[in-house]
Each structure stands twice: as C-alpha cells, then as structure tokens.
C-alpha cells in the first residue's frame, strides 16, 4: 500500500483466514505511527466486515503478545525504531506494496 510515501506490508498466517463458529469475522491488525493512516485503514477494514485493532509502534504489538492475535496485519515498513517487517513470524505470507511520489508529484518508478 502506497500513499505519498506510505509504505506497508501485509502478513497472513497461512490458514489464518479460516473461520470459526465462535468468530466468522476476521481479525485486521493496522500498525502505523500516523493515526490518520491507522483511521483510514481501521474504517475501511470495519465497512469490509474485519473486526479492527491498531497500534502505533511495533513495540506496542509485541509487548501485547497473542492478545492480539490478528489474522492480517497491515503495517508501516518505515516506523520510527522497529520495521513493521520485524512483526513477521516465519510462518507468515509477507506481502509488500512501495510506492512513492517526488515532491513534484510525479510517480517514483
């Protein structure tokens, strides 16, 4: 995900997306330094059907362990201290998206 020098990934556990009886919605985690990021993501997530969390550091996801327990995390690649890269587990899928643009406005290629 991209936007104006946005930088993101997205992780999911393999099998992850399966539903149980208890919960059929899916858990998105949204981890991003700027809140306004983590509103968007959160509103878009929550009209999509996703039961959202968010978290501005990647600290803040690791000292809340399991608790969490997302099914999909959406996270800034360029946090302040951790990467949002350094949440993934081996047994998750990364998926990246980098875009940027120049000051001007025109893309980065």
Known sequence: ???RGFH???FRSPGSLQMTTEDSRIRLLVVDDEQSIRRLCTTVGGALGYVCSEAESA???LDQGAAMAPDIVIADL???NLSGADLASPDQVPLS???SRHHDGTRVH
């Open 1 to 3: 995900m991209a936007i």
């Open 97 to 99: 998206g980098y875009g």
């Open 59 to 61: 600290e803040a996801v």
């Open 78 to 80: 360029r946090l302040p």
């Open 8 to 10: 993101a990934a997205v």
